[in-house]
């Protein structure tokens, strides 16, 4: 099947920008999503990107896509201890199924 | 306040005892779905609800049933619960026109002996 792949642990500094990656391969897919999730909680959705655009900004996030090289990242500036989650990468080719990746656990010491 | 519910909240229970996770959403939303988050493995979608009576296989439909009877539940059943069905269980919500804005409930821890 189509996969979604990030690294597993990302560490940073506080204050540091965090890049998180993900590659995917499903050539069709239409929205890119990243998700946080915080300990003990569901999904929070953070951005989304739609296939048609290259870059979009939300405060301190940035969200980069490289649709030839299906490659999607996400951006923390300014990183704080309250960042620290797991971040999930997902795809959707028509908005009705999605595909995760296996998350980003990202921590942020002081 | 917009929410989405799910009981039981952990679970622990025998292989071959059938059993169901309910799914509650308050926000008059089109589209339900179901995952289960496995580590390593991030969230695999189970099955969908487009709306009601209408639902759809996931990646990982085998072992689920679902139904749509109302708009606002979406339970999932385990009619002979396996121990490699021991997950985390999320289930989400949204309007279908943004289904990326989808809401997740707090999950339901489920172990089978």
């Known amino acids: 099947g189509e996969d979604v792949e990030q690294s597993l642990f990302l560490s940073v500094r506080e204050g540091d920008s965090s890049v998180i990656n993900c590659t995917y391969t499903d050539s069709s897919s239409t929205y890119l999503y990243w998700y946080k999730q915080e300990p003990g909680a569901g999904l929070q959705l953070l951005t989304y990107i739609f296939s048609n655009m290259d870059m979009k900004q939300d405060q301190r996030l940035t969200v980069l896509l490289n649709k030839k090289d299906k490659h999607l990242s996400l951006r923390i500036a300014d990183t704080q201890t309250g960042d620290s989650a797991i971040y999930f990468c997902?795809?959707?080719?028509?908005?009705?199924?999605?595909?995760f990746g296996a998350g980003t656990r990202l921590t942020v010491k002081p | 306040e917009a929410q989405v519910t799910q009981n039981p909240r952990y679970l622990i229970t025998v292989t071959g005892k059938k059993l169901t996770v309910t799914c509650s959403q308050n926000m008059n939303h089109e589209y339900m779905s179901w995952y289960r988050q496995d580590p390593g493995l991030g969230l695999r979608q189970i099955y969908y609800s487009m709306n009601v009576e209408v639902t759809d296989k996931g990646d990982v439909p085998e072992g689920y049933k679902v139904s749509r009877k109302e708009k606002r539940n979406f339970p999932l059943i385990l009619e002979s619960p396996s121990p490699n069905q021991t997950s985390l269980y999320f289930c989400a919500s949204s309007f279908r026109r943004e289904k990326y804005e989808q809401y997740f409930g707090p999950g339901t821890r489920l172990t089978v002996t």
């Open positions: 997902a795809e959707s080719r028509n908005n009705n199924d999605m595909r």
